[in-house]
C-alpha cells in the first residue's frame, strides 16, 4: 500500500468535481447500479481497456513497455485497513488525464453528456456505457477513493494521487498532488463502506471476478493462500495465482477448441454437470457484429415450466461480462438454449430495458433464433443414427417447450413446424416420432389433407371414436394428447400445401378417399333417419346444437363434433381448468346409422327420452368430457338396464 508519506504536500490541489459528476454519483450509487458487484466488473475492465491501449501505443513506441510487456491486473485486499484495491500495468494516465478522467465525465464533454440525459433511466443507464464513467461505481461500496497512476513513458516523480472521501465534509471535491510511482499503469484503492466486509475474503472475490470477467483477455492475479495450523485459518502466500482463464474462448477460432474445452465451457456457463446436447458457435459481420457460441442443454431444467423465471444466454460487451439470462436476446420458446453473446456494439453498461428496443439485440436475437434452428434441423435431418438419436432425445425433453414457437414466432414458423414430432395411428405407441414430412410421405395417393385428434390423454386420443372410419380405410392420423397441442394446432393450419384438419370438427369430408357409392350411402342414410334426427335434436333440446348422420363411426353409436368454427371440447376443457371462460357453443351430435342401438332408438317410444339422454352422455364421456350430472346417468342406465333384462 502506498502511503501520503510518497507524495510532496506542497504540490497538493484541492479540486471540485464538475457538478454533472456529483449528479452522476448518486444517478449510479441509487437508480443504475443495483447491483453491488458490478463495481469490480467496471474497475477491472478498465484496467482491460488501459492494458489494450498500451498495447496498441507500443505498436508505434515499443520503449512504453519499459521492459515488461507481461499485462496483468492484480486485485488484493486488507482485512485491517479494511481496503481493497485493483492495480494494472496499462497505460496508466498524467495529471491532465487524472483530471480529465476523474473529475469531468469522459471525453465527450459534460454539455453534451447532460444534454442528453432525460431522467429516464433507462436512457440514462446506455449514456453511462456510451461516456466511460464506470469508475464512479467504486462509490457503491466505497466512501473513500484513491488511485495512484503514472502515464507509460514518463518519469517515476511524474506519477499522480488522487483522493476523494465522500464520507468528509465537502463531497464535491477530490484532491490531485504528483508523486513518486515507480510502476507504469494504475493502482485503485477502496476504502469500504461500514457493511461490505465480505468483500475483504478471497472467496468472495474470486466468485466474483470469475462470474463477471473471467474471460478477459489479460490475467486477473491475487496471492494465493494455504491454511497456517498454528492460526486455524487461510493465510496468504507469496505466490501469485490467476484468477481467471485470461482468454475469451468464443473469441478464438473454432479449429483451436477442442470438444472437451467447449464441454468444460458449457459447465461453466450453463451451471450443469452433465455434457451439452450440442452447440454451435460463429462470428457474424455485417451491420451488426457480434459472436454467438450457444448449446442445447441434455437435460431440461427444473425451472424450465416456470415462463415468468428468466432465462437467456450471457452477454458480454467486447469481452467484458454485462448480465446473466438476457432473455431478450432468445425468444421464450427457445428459452432452454444456455451459452453466451458477445456484442462489438452494444453499449457497456446497457440495461434490460435498453436491450428491449435496441435495434442490434433485434438482429442478434433473429440471428441466434435462426442458429439455434439451424443446429436442431441438422440434427433432425442428419442420417448419422447417433445424431437421429440426440434429436430423439432433445424432442424428449424440450419438445413441448419448441411447440410453443408455433404461435410465438410467425416468422420462423415453418422451420418449426418441420422440427416437430408427433404420436399417430402408424405406430399406435405414445412415442412421439412422427415428423409431418414422415407423414405426408405415407399418405395415400388420393389424400389431400393431414388428419389429427386431440384429446387430454393418449389413450382418450387413441380410442376415440372419431378414428374409426380413418383406421377401416387405413388413414393415418396425428394423436395429439399435450395441453400446448391445442395451442399448435390453432395456428399451424397448412405444411407444404397440405391443410392440417381435425377429425372431430365440422363435417367430415374425406374428397377422393371416398368413392361415389360410399356418398351415395350416406345421402341415403340422411334421409331415411332424417325423421329420426328431428326426434333426438327435440329430445336433447339446448344441449345440442344439431342432431345428424355420421359416416365417421364404424363401431360406436354416437359421437360429439365441434362446429367447423367453434371451439373443440377438449379446448373447453383446457381453458376451463385454467380458470378462463371458453366462447358459448354447443357440440353436434352424429349418431352411426348401422349400430343396433341407434336402430333401435328409431322405433323407441316409451323411454325415448332415456335413451337420447344416454346416447348423448356416453359420446360426451367417449371423448374425454366430463357429466354436468353423472348421479343421473347412473340412475338412468341403472333403469333401463332392469328394464332391458325384464326386472
Known amino acids: ?328 436476446l432468445m425468444p421464450l420458446y427457445l428459452r432452454f438454449v444456455r451459452g453466451i453473446v458477445d456484442s462489438a456494439d452494444l453499449p457497456l453498461n446497457v440495461s434490460r430495458e435498453i436491450l428491449q428496443e435496441s435495434k442490434d439485440i433485434e438482429s442478434i436475437r433473429n440471428g441466434c433464433t435462426k442458429k439455434v434452428l439451424g443446429m436442431l434441423e441438422s440434427l433432425a435431418s442428419s442420417e448419422d443414427a447417433a445424431e437421429k438419436e440426440k434429436y430423439a432425445k432433445f424432442w424428449g425433453e424440450f419438445g413441448k417447450v419448441l411447440k410453443e414457437g408455433m404461435g410465438e414466432d410467425h416468422a420462423n414458423k415453418d422451420k418449426i413446424a418441420a422440427l416437430l414430432r408427433f404420436a399417430s395411428t402408424h405406430a399406435d405407441t405414445p412415442d412421439e416420432t412422427v415428423s409431418l414430412a414422415d407423414y405426408i410421405a405415407r399418405m395415400k395417393p388420393e389424400q389431400e389433407k393431414i388428419y389429427y385428434v386431440t384429446a387430454e390423454t393418449f389413450n382418450a386420443a387413441k380410442n376415440s371414436p372419431h378414428l374409426e372410419v380413418f383406421r377401416k380405410k387405413g388413414i393415418e392420423v396425428i394423436l395429439l394428447s399435450d395441453r400446448v397441442d391445442e395451442w399448435v394446432v390453432s395456428h399451424l393450419t397448412e405444411f407444404e400445401g397440405k391443410q392440417l384438419v381435425s377429425v372431430a370438427k365440422g363435417g367430415l369430408d374425406l374428397g377422393k378417399l371416398e368413392d361415389e357409392a360410399e356418398k351415395k350411402e350416406q345421402e341415403t342414410a340422411a334421409g331415411e333417419f332424417k325423421e329420426l334426427t328431428e326426434k333426438i335434436a327435440k329430445s336433447l333440446g339446448e344441449r345440442a346444437k344439431e342432431v345428424r348422420v355420421t359416416h365417421r363411426l364404424t363401431d360406436s353409436p354416437a359421437c360429439l363434433v365441434a362446429d367447423e368454427h367453434d371451439v373443440s371440447g377438449n379446448l373447453a376443457r383446457i381453458l376451463k381448468a385454467a380458470g378462463q371462460k371458453a366462447p358459448a357453443s354447443k357440440p353436434i351430435l352424429e349418431i352411426n346409422p348401422h349400430h343396433p342401438v341407434v336402430l333401435r332408438l328409431k322405433y323407441e317410444d316409451k323411454k325415448f327420452d332415456d335413451w337420447c339422454a344416454v346416447l348423448f352422455d356416453q359420446a360426451l364421456l367417449a371423448e374425454g368430457g366430463q357429466l354436468d350430472d353423472p348421479a343421473t346417468f347412473v340412475k338412468r342406465m341403472n333403469q333401463l338396464m332392469l328394464e332391458m333384462s325384464g326386472s
Not at 478464438?252 to 450453463?270: A, C, L, N, W
Not at 451439452?276 to 462470428?283: I, N
Open 1 to 328: 500500500m502506498t502511503t501520503d508519506t510518497q507524495t510532496a504536500p506542497a504540490s497538493r490541489e484541492t479540486l471540485g468535481f464538475q457538478t454533472e459528476v456529483k449528479q452522476l454519483l448518486q444517478l449510479m450509487i441509487h437508480s443504475l447500479y443495483s447491483n453491488r458487484e458490478i463495481f469490480l466488473r467496471e474497475l477491472i475492465s478498465n484496467a482491460s481497456d488501459a492494458c489494450d491501449k498500451l498495447r496498441f501505443e507500443a505498436l508505434h513506441n515499443a520503449g512504453l513497455f519499459e521492459g515488461d510487456s507481461d499485462f496483468r491486473i492484480r486485485v488484493s485486499f486488507d482485512p485491517v485497513a479494511k481496503t481493497l484495491t485493483i492495480a494494472d500495468n496499462g497505460v496508466g494516465m498524467s495529471r491532465e488525464e487524472v483530471i480529465t478522467n476523474l473529475g469531468t465525465i469522459a471525453k465527450s464533454g459534460t454539455r453534451e453528456f447532460f444534454s442528453k440525459l432525460s431522467g429516464d433511466e433507462k436512457k440514462d443507464a446506455s449514456l453511462i456505457g456510451q461516456f466511460g464513467v464506470g469508475f464512479y461505481s467504486s462509490f457503491i461500496v466505497a466512501d473513500k477513493v484513491t488511485v495512484y497512476t503514472r502515464r507509460a513513458g514518463a518519469e517515476a516523480n511524474q506519477g499522480v494521487r488522487w483522493n476523494c472521501d465522500q464520507g468528509a465534509e465537502g463531497t464535491g471535491e477530490f484532491t490531485i498532488e504528483m508523486a513518486d510511482w515507480p510502476s507504469r499503469g494504475t493502482e485503485i484503492t477502496l476504502h469500504l463502506k461500514e457493511g461490505q466486509d465480505d468483500l475483504l475474503s478471497s472467496w468472495k472475490l474470486k466468485s466474483i471476478i470469475r462470474k463477471y470477467s473471467d474471460h478477459i483477455v489479460q490475467p486477473i492475479v491475487m496471492k494465493g493462500e494455504k491454511w497456517d495450523e498454528e492460526k486455524h485459518e487461510q493465510v496468504a502466500t507469496d505466490e501469485d495465482e490467476t484468477v481467471n482463464q485470461a482468454s475469451a474462448l468464443w473469441a478464438r477460432p473454432k479449429s483451436e477448441i477442442t470438444d472437451e474445452q467447449y464441454t468444460e465451457f458449457y459447465k461453466h456457463v450453463g451451471h450443469d454437470f452433465e455434457d451439452p446436447l450440442t452447440w454451435t458457435h460463429a462470428r457474424v459481420e455485417g451491420k451488426t457484429e457480434y459472436t454467438q457460441l450457444l448449446y442445447v442443454p441434455a437435460r431440461a431444467p427444473f425451472d424450465m415450466w416456470d415462463r415468468n423465471a428468466r432465462h437467456g444466454v450471457k452477454l458480454y460487451v467486447r469481452r467484458v461480462f454485462i448480465m446473466d439470462d438476457a432473455e431478450q
